[in-house]
């Protein structure tokens, strides 16, 4: 089955500066991409996603790039505020019933 | 986006007790739903696919005698965790998409399970 690889587990970023978390995937099948923001204790939030026909998507602030050779995506945040504090999780499927998720990012944003 | 409602978000049981949790779409019918454990700071665990109106499919390791779930509507899957232990302690969460393929999913707000 998919395996998706997430790093780094915990990220640091002063206010204002940009944030990158990084996501490997190992099924060459898989073709939907999504990122999820979680506060502690809340659900997680769909925040962007990417399908395999698309290179790079942006809404905002966040940005998403996939590398369909190589098998990783990114998620890109500029311009981070302190309410961009929460674990990201990425996730890799080919359908909904086999989506796998990464261990999650833990990004603290300092002011 | 979809709104997912999960019901209750905190319970805490005595051990050897039963406890059903409750996964509804508001907004859209839901053929299929999904349901997760996560562990504290760790990620999300798939531990079912629930199927309206069939069995649900339950991934490797988890027992589904001890995970029963029920998908009778289209809008409903339950989730009851038949005689918990204090190991069964965890954050549960459900998730479903609006069209069912592979598409966005959204989630319900989880409940944590505490087991005495």
């Known amino acids: 089955g998919e395996n998706v690889e997430q790093h780094p587990s915990t990220l640091s970023v002063q206010e204002g500066d940009s944030a990158v978390i990084k996501c490997t995937y190992s099924?060459?099948?898989?073709?939907?991409f999504p990122w999820y923001k979680q506060e502690l204790g809340k659900r997680p939030q769909l925040i962007i996603d990417i399908r395999s026909n698309v290179g790079e998507k942006k809404d905002q602030r966040i940005a998403v790039t996939l590398n369909k050779t190589a098998k990783h995506f990114s998620l890109h945040i500029t311009e981070t505020q302190p309410e961009d504090s929460a674990v990201y999780f990425c996730a890799a499927s080919i359908r909904n019933n086999d989506m796998r998720f990464g261990a999650g990012t833990r990004l603290t944003v300092k002011p | 986006g979809a709104v997912v409602s999960q019901h209750p978000s905190r319970v805490i049981c005595k051990s050897g007790t039963s406890v059903k949790i409750e996964c509804r779409s508001l907004?859209?019918?839901?053929?299929?739903m999904f349901w997760y454990r996560q562990f504290p700071k760790q990620s999300l665990m798939l531990m079912a696919t629930s199927n309206e109106g069939s069995k649900a499919t339950y991934e490797q390791g988890v027992e589904k005698d001890k995970f029963l779930i029920n998908h009778a509507s289209l809008t409903l899957s339950t989730l009851t965790v038949t005689s918990a232990h204090p190991e069964d302690s965890s954050f549960y969460i459900c998730?479903?998409?609006?069209?069912?393929?592979?598409?966005?999913?959204?989630f319900g707000s989880g409940t944590q399970l505490s087991v005495l």
């Open positions: 998730s479903a998409g609006p069209m069912g393929g592979n598409e966005k999913l959204f």
């Open positions: 907004d859209f019918q839901a053929t299929t």
């Open positions: 099924d060459s099948a898989s073709n939907y």
